[in-house]
């Protein structure tokens, strides 16, 4: 999986982009070679209270996007919970896939295993 850190108005250093591909690994092993993981990471000022860091992150596989975003006062934090929050995206997608491809195999066996038809 290829895997992009950016920094919206903030730089990133080598330290943070190590803990987006160390958090990111578990997601990494559930999909293909192919796909693709952009990660943004931006602080925003809300004013009285204290700054946020926001991540967000966008896994593009075979025909499909998936999106997280999460914030919180402390950017690895951030990562964190976007990793855990994509990681059940991707399981469950999986998962999903799954059970389509065994309904289709129950019911193509279904058609071959039953009765035959009286020859005329």
Do not use: Y
Request: charged share 40%; proline share 3%.
């Amino acid at each position: 999986m290829r895997i992009q850190v950016k920094g919206r108005n903030a730089a990133i250093s080598d330290e943070l982009h190590e803990h987006v591909v160390k958090r990111f690994r578990k997601v990494a092993r559930q999909v293909s070679e192919l796909a693709e993981l952009d990660v943004e990471l931006w602080r925003e000022d809300r004013g009285k209270t204290p700054d946020c860091w926001i991540a967000e992150a966008d896994l593009r596989v075979k025909g499909l996007t998936l999106r997280a975003r999460e914030e919180s006062d402390d950017p690895k934090r951030s990562v964190k919970l976007c990793a855990q929050d994509l990681g059940r995206q991707v399981k469950r997608h999986r998962d999903k896939r799954r059970a389509r491809r065994r309904g289709r195999a129950a019911k193509l066996a279904g058609r071959a295993g039953g009765p035959a038809e009286p020859a005329l």
